[in-house]
């Protein structure tokens, strides 16, 4: 479990700035990050939250069923940038060429962040209204025993 777990983790963040388009140093805040809980946080809270065996072993579902789109997707992703910059090596670049290329892989970043979100909503799907709220009150309790400076 904590294999697959570790692999989603690993995965670009849900609906952050598109890193081929990123610029800058910035760091833009996850618009849905208070509405939705990752996988990491449930099982982080289990007992907290009392998470049932049928909760959990659905959660364990979940992320083997989605894991492997995920993980092909991004493969593609990998060999779509190198061939962006491929295409832009060189002293004299096909725009064209570029352009094409970089729109597949902006469309595949984009089936990553879908397969993200719909993991997302199913997780807190299987979550009851009592659990949800529970772990919204230890990600405050959380965020508040944080210093300042490592708060986002």
Do not use: Y
């Not at 777990?5 to 670009?12: C, E, K, M, N, Q």
């Not at 609906?15 to 982080?44: D, K």
């Not at 579902?61 to 990998?78: D, P």
């Amino acid at each position: 479990m904590r294999s697959m777990l570790g692999a989603f983790i690993l995965l670009p963040c849900l609906l952050l700035p598109n890193p081929l388009l990123a610029q800058g140093g910035g760091e833009i805040e996850n618009p849905f990050g208070s509405l939705l809980f990752t996988a990491e946080e449930i099982m982080q809270h289990r007992r907290a939250i009392d998470l049932n065996d049928e909760q959990r072993d659905g959660i364990t579902r979940l992320i083997q069923e989605l894991q492997g789109r995920a993980v092909g997707l991004q493969w593609r992703l990998l060999d779509e940038t190198e061939e962006v910059k491929d295409a832009l090596e060189g002293p004299r670049v096909d725009l064209d060429r570029v352009m094409d290329r970089f729109e597949k892989a902006v469309r595949t970043e984009m089936e990553i962040k879908e397969v993200h979100l719909e993991l997302l909503v199913r997780l807190k799907n299987i979550l009851s209204p009592e659990q949800q709220e529970e772990l919204l009150r230890l990600r405050e309790t959380s965020s508040q025993e944080q210093p300042a400076h490592e708060r986002r």
